[in-house]
């Protein structure tokens, strides 16, 4: 059973880019479908349900996006979406939840997670997340390490003691965090199986964040602690004043490198996947769909490796290999498989063609 | 000075799909633009208008696509532009448009045109156009010969007598027609010099076509004499009856290649182009608007050679080289220019879908 002192802070203030055309400044990855109906940031409140409940559950976005929130959770209540009125990174959207959640219930654990990842294995999923809201309720730091599959050079790592089990439900110490890693590094790293993929999920005592706040980032701590309640009329006009002076950090800078008793869990296989590009959906659905993966109707003739995803369209592919092709009424995608990454700068170049009404 | 008994007759009853998915059996090439604003009917028309003036322009196209060539030439009387009931292929088509006009006009010289070509130096043509007039005037079947830029294994050929000036406009016999040659035999041909491609453009009197006919194609010659004057109220329900049951061929295979005294001209170049697939399109536009060329808004990153056409929408290439990507509203083409002859294919695949909304 869920304790009542569980709050899940499901963090969608992100505006990806990699997922133009289909994502755009208003709706941004965490709020768009890609394998289910569901958008990510409602299979993730889903995923968490039965370990925490709708009402326990807080949401971080931007104003700008607030609303549409709102309306893709209609379960979890509405004061419960906060908007950040500029980005800041992790280190003050969690420490904001923290003080919130802090001053409504002092016994508050938080578990943090990202709004647009894939989880394949929800139950393995819910069962570490139950372990890690132990660890923290023990007044521990608490992060998940997800196993590396492959050398990835895009994700922090992770380094846990020899000998940690994966999927055991016991905390280990964290014995470093590794930035982004070089491709030789991340090699080493896989085969030496103790290290794990930093996924961004946490778990710790709104107390104890605040704590570490106070001693890695004061300025932080300090404007935290001087914003009114909640409730109060005030709150979002002082967090508009204060916000923006908090220093833009990530929590793993901020606080987790730096910290003391820092502990996690080396998950075992929970089918994570941060959906990075859409070269991401390709491999993951090309494993059942075969060789092209069609979102649409369409006709290939002489084409392997594709993925076409152009709702109401008929597409035609003719001799084309590993190509993204993706179609909104107003624009248009089509790039090779191994340039997914590299979307964002098809994104950075509307912006600075100011081309507001395609961002 | 055009003379009075000189007519155009435009050949428009083509549905060539190698322009899908902007080409549809109600839109065909011929009904569309492609360099220009004006339709590459319209513009045959244009080129035409100092030596045939509308009034003396005919137009054969087909049931289904009478009314848009009337409205697409408001100068020519509708009367003039004819719908076959069923494809015959050129002979029959031709044949109709002489028994028309040779029962209006017994001194009637006709000169044949496609409706889906393009000629650059329209000048140049009309200089050609006037010779051949003047050569079918004294009773000759005439052709053109265009100069051949590449050893094309897609068009007949016409053979000239050695030392046939290209541009020259003394009407030349003509030795042999050849039927589309392998690439050995066309690099041969091209290098031989007195060889020029048929651009399927012809000039005769009405009454030695006829004659031809009688000779050649007895059964469709005798169906097209018993027709009734086309002002008659009758004509095209007997034209329903009998179109049908002419033999179904090409003017080559039925008159030319019999025929005595055929002779030609061999073209200087006119910058003839039969664009015949998506590709002749880039290949023409290339070398004046380099690398990419682009029919629509788009942002090109680290791609060459490709040709892209959406009207109304912003489409961004990344990575990709030599792409063909048409969009319209319900369908979108991906392919290689290199595949650009077989887009055919896929309307034929669409076909066999029975995706009649698409074709």
Known sequence: MAKRNHYGVILAGGSGTRFWPRSRRRTPKQLLPFLNEASLIQETAERLRPVIPPERLWVLTNEALRRR?????????ARQILAEPVARNTAPAIGLAAQVLGSIDKDAVLGVF?????????????RLVKAAYRGAEAGRLMVLGIEPRWPETGYGY????????????TPAPVIRFLEKPDLKTAKRLVRAK???????MFFWRASRFLEELRQH????????ASLPALGNRSFQSALRTSFPRMESISVDYAVLEKAERVHGLAADDIGWNDLGSWNAVYELLARSRGANVERSESVVLDGNGNYVDAPGKMVALLGVDDLIVVDTPDALLVTKRERAQDVRDVVARLRDLKREDLL
Chains 1, 2 share one sequence.
């Open 69 to 77: 929130v709102i309306r893709q959770l209609p379960e979890v209540p």
């Open 114 to 126: 990202p709004s647009d990842h894939l989880v394949a294995r929800p139950a393995r999923f819910r």
């Open 158 to 169: 992770i380094e846990f003691p020899a000998g940690t089990e994966p999927g055991a439900l």
């Open 194 to 200: 103790r290290f794990g993929w930093n996924a961004g």
């Open 217 to 224: 980032c004061p300025k932080t701590a300090s404007l935290l």
